[in-house]
């Protein structure tokens, strides 16, 4: 059984940066693809960036490149959502995922990831 556990979230101002971290345990961790997304009141869940564990490559959202970067650190089994130039509209709940097929091409859809976190609220005011 994986077991995500985000924290890092919180209160930011536009402009501003926040780090979220991403704790995983159970199974082989070093297999899988690692995806965060978020969801704002009343909108569907969106992808935000992905990381293919073992080779370290990585995916993001449109609507964050250039801003956002996906780690991860091997030796803590810990991904991370660096978020820089913050916007109000990135003000959502962030959710940690965990593909366990991280071998095939990194996923956009929610639908394809088998794990969840509980999720971490961010806020960024304006």
């Known amino acids: 059984q994986v077991q995500l556990v985000e924290s890092g979230g919180g209160l930011a101002q536009a402009g501003g940066s926040l780090r979220l971290s991403c704790a995983a345990s159970?199974?082989?961790?070093?297999?899988?693809?690692m995806g965060w997304f978020r969801q704002a009141p009343g909108k569907e869940r969106e992808f935000v960036a992905a990381?293919?564990?073992?080779?370290?490559?990585?995916a993001y959202a449109d609507s964050v490149k250039g801003r956002f970067t996906i780690s991860r650190d091997n030796a803590e089994n810990t991904v991370y959502l660096q978020m820089n130039s913050l916007r109000p509209e990135d003000t959502a709940v962030y959710y940690c995922?965990?593909?366990?097929?991280?071998?095939?091409?990194?996923?956009?859809?929610?639908?394809?990831?088998?794990?969840w976190g509980q999720g971490t609220q961010v806020t960024v005011s304006s």
């Open positions: 159970g199974g082989t961790v070093s297999s899988y693809a």
């Open positions: 990381i293919r564990w073992s080779r370290g490559n990585t």
């Open positions: 995922s965990a593909r366990l097929n991280g071998y095939s091409a990194l996923s956009r859809y929610h639908s394809d990831y088998d794990y």
